[in-house]
């Protein structure tokens, strides 16, 4: 019981940092989704490729792009803006490296949400006199809805399991920016068994939970398509 007790601060500090990054991610990823869906512009494979990128390269390399970003001479660091923005090795750095690491599979998921709808309802839609906006809104979003959902739990589940980026940009500080998975990277190397079962029983079980809520609302997507 002892491991579980200890386990709620680095768990809370996931669920925290977890929970923003997919707000973060969020309208940003089903936004590329819809775009990438719906239009064909110039240089739509770059923009393809760039927003997967953080699948196929190695989190720390991803880390530290985002270090070089937000270091004190970067684009985003303190001796480039007028302010000091406070970011490195804090919650938030991690917060940011769990929505970049996050961003390609609420983007993917979303976009095949959006191809799931039929363009010839939205195009009747738009006949009765609806904007393109009113369009997406009243007609587009709910009939995705399920898929978006799912789109969005996958993210929240990647930001939860996110080790390497946020190792580089936020460190391992205990209480302040030592999320679960780096929580449990900890214990190993200190031999801390107890801490170190409880923190994967519970991420296992948090996985678990997410994963199947996921397949069941693509199973549910699916079902009613069928029907209709």
Do not use: C
Request: glycine letters at 10%.
């Amino acid at each position: 019981m002892d491991g579980f007790a200890d386990a709620a601060v680095p768990l809370w500090l996931s669920l925290k940092v977890a929970g923003l990054a997919t707000l973060v991610v969020v309208v940003p990823g089903f936004l590329v989704g819809l775009a990438l869906s719906r239009r064909e512009f110039p240089g739509k494979a770059v923009v393809e490729t760039i927003v997967e990128l953080p699948l196929v390269l190695p989190p720390t390399a991803v880390g530290y792009m985002l270090l070089l970003t937000f270091g004190r001479d970067g684009p985003l660091g303190r001796d480039t803006l007028p302010f000091d923005p406070g970011i490195l090795f804090t919650w938030r750095a991690a917060v940011i490296a769990a929505a970049v690491m996050a961003l390609p599979l609420v983007a993917r998921t979303a976009r095949i949400a959006f191809d799931g709808v039929d363009p010839r309802l939205e195009r009747m839609a738009a006949s009765l006199g609806m904007s393109r906006w009113r369009v997406k809104w009243s007609v587009t979003l709910p009939i995705a809805g399920r898929g978006l959902m799912a789109a969005a739990l996958l993210g929240f589940t990647r930001a939860l399991g996110e080790f390497g980026a946020t190792a580089i940009v936020a460190g391992n500080i205990e209480g302040k920016t030592q999320t679960l998975a780096l929580a449990i990277f900890n214990d190993i190397n200190e031999a801390h068994e107890e801490r170190a079962r409880a923190l994967v029983v519970i991420a296992v079980v948090i996985a678990f939970a997410a994963i199947s809520l996921v397949g069941w609302l693509q199973r549910r997507d699916k079902k009613l398509r069928g029907e209709a």
